[in-house]
């Protein structure tokens, strides 16, 4: 366990749903990492902050993904009107810069099916 | 963008065999570097990072980097069934601070 919870864990959805999932950091990490990851493919970066500000989202996210991390604390990712092509696993890593370098640390990831 | 490589594999060494993974990138100015344990349907682990050329030991993990030819290895002495699993590599897209680019992993398999 590396300190850092996903909720859910698991989510089935239908096409056209909305869903949210949730992050919790390592509490002294002040960046957060979302990536998505699908079968037999590495971790693809989707977006991330250092405390409150959202520094960079991908160019292949699209405007039906939204993340937010209000107080720079825990994190929510929506996707909105999910289509098939979202299911996938949702990462969230966490991390503390320190020396000019940086380790993340994975939580247990939300895996997503949309039917 | 930058570029991590892996042979997909499967790699399949007996038990008590050394498993060696590598990994090649495509930016000559990369100074971190990370690898990864993934088993089936769960999420990364972080085993190694290395920042130097050279080895650098951690138990029966060895991460090499070799940073004139662009490449980094990870070398698994005495392999047990257990780490069997997609072995992760990863490399900050700048700098050493930044989103991580991951190749697509390497699966290992020990067999008894």
């Known amino acids: 366990d590396t300190g850092v919870s996903q909720d859910p864990r698991h989510k089935i959805t239908k096409r056209g749903q909305n869903v949210t999932f949730r992050c919790d950091p390592i509490?002294?990490?002040?960046?957060l990492y979302w990536y998505r990851q699908t079968l037999g493919q590495g971790p693809e970066f989707l977006t991330y902050f250092q405390n409150e500000a959202q520094l960079e989202k991908s160019r292949l996210l699209s405007d039906r993904f939204s993340a937010e991390r209000p107080k720079g604390s825990f994190s929510t990712l929506e996707i909105q009107r999910t289509e098939q092509g979202d299911s996938a696993m949702y990462l969230c890593a966490s991390s503390h810069v320190w020396g000019g370098q940086e380790t993340q640390y994975f939580g247990p990831g939300t895996r997503l099916l949309v039917l | 963008q930058k570029e991590v490589e892996q042979n997909s594999g499967p790699l399949s060494v007996p038990e008590g065999a050394i498993a060696s993974l590598n990994c090649t990138y495509s930016?000559?100015?990369?100074?971190?570097f990370f690898w990864y344990r993934q088993y089936s349907g769960k999420s990364p682990e972080l085993i190694m990072s290395?920042?130097?050329?050279g080895d650098k030991e951690d138990g029966r993990f060895t991460a090499q980097l070799n940073k004139a030819s662009q490449y980094v290895s990870l070398l698994i002495r005495d392999s047990q069934p257990s780490d069997s699993a997609t072995y992760l590599c990863a490399v900050p897209a700048r700098y050493n601070t930044d989103k991580l680019i991951f190749g697509t992993g390497t699966r290992l398999q020990v067999f008894p």
């Open positions: 509490s002294e990490h002040n960046r």
């Open positions: 290395i920042y130097s050329n």
């Open positions: 930016d000559r100015g990369s100074q971190s």
